[in-house]
Antibody
């Protein structure tokens, strides 16, 4: 059974940093691209970042580029989102999401999400 | 960026109804259109990919159609478990973008 379990969310002050992680199991992690998708309270879905299976290709949405860094460790079946210079508008539930196939942009498995709150 | 616009934003329907949700892209996205279902407090689930392919386990009462810029999700014979919010999403080019969502409520 495919499982994606996020961790590391919490309350952080504006300008602060936070590292969230996703532990994957139940599939060949090194064969799949991964993404982070977020959802602000009461709002819709926003794709945040993508990393290819071997980390060769990395993409970000404009609003986080230069502040967020995605990485993965295929030996540990994990993907990380390092977030810095956080803003109130980054407040959201962050989902770790598996790409169906390399760079397809189709999201077939989602974690339960980790909540990030940016507030003073 | 490609903008995705869904209509309506919400609708009320009864069990057994046929429901149609439309999604329009700001430019042609060929067939790179996916649909997700999200229930309150839960993560979204992939329903349909590349316009009309049902994800494994999705009931056949769900169907999708369209091409280019205009797409449709149809739920025939609406069931109680179908009351949820539905999102379209383009996978044509990054940044991958979602519609604003359509909330299907019980009449």
């Amino acid at each position: 059974e495919v499982q994606l379990v996020e961790s590391g969310g919490g309350l952080v002050k504006p300008g602060g940093s936070l590292r969230i992680a996703c532990a994957a199991s139940g599939f060949t992690f090194s064969s799949h691209s991964m993404n982070w998708v977020r959802q602000a309270p009461g709002k819709g879905l926003e794709w945040v970042s993508y990393i290819s299976s071997s980390s060769d290709f990395i993409y970000y949405t404009d609003s986080v580029r230069g502040r967020f860094t995605i990485s993965r460790d295929n030996a540990k079946n994990s993907v990380i989102l390092q977030m810095s210079s956080l803003r109130a508008e980054d407040t959201a539930v962050y989902y770790c999401v598996r790409d169906t196939a390399g760079g397809s942009g189709q999201f077939d498995y989602w974690g339960q999400g980790t909540r990030v709150t940016v507030s003073s | 960026d490609i903008q995705m616009t869904q209509s309506p934003s919400s609708l009320s329907a009864s069990v057994g109804d046929r429901v149609t949700i439309t999604c329009r892209a700001s430019q042609s996205i060929s067939a790179y259109l996916n649909w997700y279902q999200q229930k309150p407090g839960k993560a979204p689930d992939l329903l349909i990919y590349v316009v009309s392919s049902l994800q494994t386990g999705v009931p056949s009462r769900f169907s999708g159609s369209g091409s280019g810029t205009d797409f449709t999700l149809t739920i025939s014979n609406l069931q109680p478990e179908d009351f949820a919010t539905y999102y379209c999403q383009q996978s044509y080019s990054t940044p991958w973008t979602f519609g604003q969502g359509t909330k299907v409520e019980i009449k």
